[in-house]
């Protein structure tokens, strides 16, 4: 059974940093795109960062230079650090694992931490 469990989340205040972890079981990360996405109330769901299978990243352009995404594949774990927070940065932050697999989709998700930026 996969499983992809995030913690980390909570409440901070502005300019206040917090990392994110998402610890997989069930699945080989070394083999899977990782990503971290987001979802606020009443808003779509937001990609925000994303490392392939060789650590190459790439990031939504209003968290750049702010959050890092880094895999640890002998631990099965993915991590976000988020630094210098805004309150436009609350929302559900949720794990994501995916590959391609003889021409289908290996899609799996995590429940998902609480994130929430206020004074």
């Known amino acids: 059974q996969v499983q992809l469990v995030e913690s980390g989340g909570g409440l901070v205040q502005p300019g206040g940093s917090l990392r994110l972890s998402c610890a997989a079981s069930?699945?080989?990360?070394?083999?899977?795109?990782m990503k971290w996405y987001r979802q606020a109330p009443g808003k779509e769901r937001e990609l925000v960062a994303s490392t392939t299978t060789t650590g190459i990243t790439n990031y939504a352009d209003s968290v750049k230079g702010r959050f890092t995404i880094s895999r640890d594949n002998a631990k099965n774990t993915v991590d976000l650090q988020m630094n210098t927070l805004k309150p436009e940065d609350t929302a559900v932050y949720l794990c994501?694992?995916?590959?391609?697999?003889?021409?289908?989709?290996?899609?799996?998700w995590g429940q998902g931490t609480q994130v929430t930026v206020s004074s």
């Open positions: 069930g699945i080989t990360i070394s083999t899977y795109f």
């Open positions: 994501n694992a995916v590959r391609a697999n003889w021409g289908a989709w290996d899609d799996f």
